[in-house]
């Protein structure tokens, strides 16, 4: 049997996220403790007590989800044997590239930091948003954005088949909607986001990204992680830096990425961090494929009596 690991991005935090996890196992401590020191600040104490509305800002949301991805790896050690490959979704991909030892844990977490701080101002520079469209093929939501006269609209993420996300300028998006609904998607909904991701929109964000990633070590990766921007596995530092940064303004290839990895040979996957997100979606892009999710102490304790 062969493993990939799978990392959540934005909108799996939540209020209390690895709090138990850190009271009851000493690994995931030192990683919170690792993080509050070079953050300079208490993320840990946001993780466990909120605010909401502060944990669920970009910049905080970025680090926070990175924390509990690795504080769940360093739990979960040797006991799952050793990955094939791993894949992380937006900013998950960090996790994956600090799963393979391109990077450490620190520079990672000071990228994500940035990350989340140079969006939300690309997001205030140039206001956007994204919206999901439930119930239409890719191409169909590709002639969406396509029709979309008012501003930009692309997409945004593949999650899986039938579920897309669109993301651009306000009128933009707006104007997808009623196109989408037109076109008799089930559902075509609006977002709560601070900006549009992963469309044109983020290119400041990019650049001031790229700055950044050019003074930091990458490693080439232990395993394949594989890029959200080309849906291929990455086996090069030099290459994960470049597309960490094209990722940016480029969409999330989702489930192409976990098409490639079960075509790979891969037969059990494993998403690593808070809540279950990817796990839901592997019920649509994984088919016949087991899955599972470890996170808090209790996600643990079932993997070990499996």
């Given at each position: 049997m062969t493993?990939a ?35 300079g ?7 466990h007590?909120g605010?909401e509305?502060?944990?669920t ?40 590239y ?12 000071r ?50 088949p ?7 300028d ?11 609904r ?7 909904v ?5 900006g ?6 983020m ?13 930091i ?35 999330v290839?989702w ?16 998403e ?12 649509r892009?994984a088919k ?6 470890v ?12």
């Amino acid at each position: 049997m062969t493993l990939a690991l799978l990392f959540p991005g934005q909108g799996s935090q939540y209020v209390g996220m690895a709090s138990a996890l850190v009271d009851e196992e000493p690994a995931a401590a030192a990683v919170f403790a690792e993080a509050d020191s070079v953050l300079g600040f208490a993320l840990s104490s946001l993780m466990h007590h909120g605010p909401e509305d502060h944990l669920t800002a970009t910049q905080n949301a970025q680090p926070a989800l990175l924390c509990h991805s690795v504080a769940a790896l360093r739990v979960l050690g040797e006991r799952a044997g050793r990955p094939s490959c791993a894949a992380g979704h937006s900013l998950g991909e960090f996790s994956a590239y600090v799963a393979a030892e391109t990077l450490t844990f620190a520079d990672a977490l000071r990228a994500v930091r940035l990350r989340g701080e140079l969006m939300f101002e690309a997001g205030q520079s140039r206001p956007g948003t994204m919206a999901a469209i439930l119930g239409l093929d890719d191409e169909a939501v590709r002639g969406v954005c396509a029709r979309v006269t008012q501003g930009v609209c692309v997409p945004a993420n593949f999650n899986s088949p039938g579920q897309v996300v669109v993301s651009g300028d306000l009128s933009g998006v707006e104007e997808a909607i009623e196109h989408a609904r037109k076109a008799g998607a089930k559902r075509a909904v609006g977002l709560n986001v601070s900006g549009a991701f992963h469309s044109p929109l983020m290119e400041p964000a990019a650049a001031g990204l790229r700055d950044f990633l050019d003074d930091i070590h990458f490693a080439d990766p232990t395993f394949p992680v594989i890029s959200n921007v080309t849906a291929q596995p990455v086996t090069t530092g030099a290459r994960a830096r470049e597309l960490l940064v094209r990722q940016l303004t480029s969409p999330v290839r989702w489930a192409e990425s976990v098409a490639a990895i079960q075509a790979s040979g891969v037969d059990r996957f494993m998403e690593v961090g808070p809540g279950k997100v990817l796990s839901g979606l592997n019920r649509r892009n994984a088919k016949g494929s087991r899955c599972i999710a470890v996170g808090e102490p209790a996600d643990f304790k079932g993997l070990e009596e499996a």
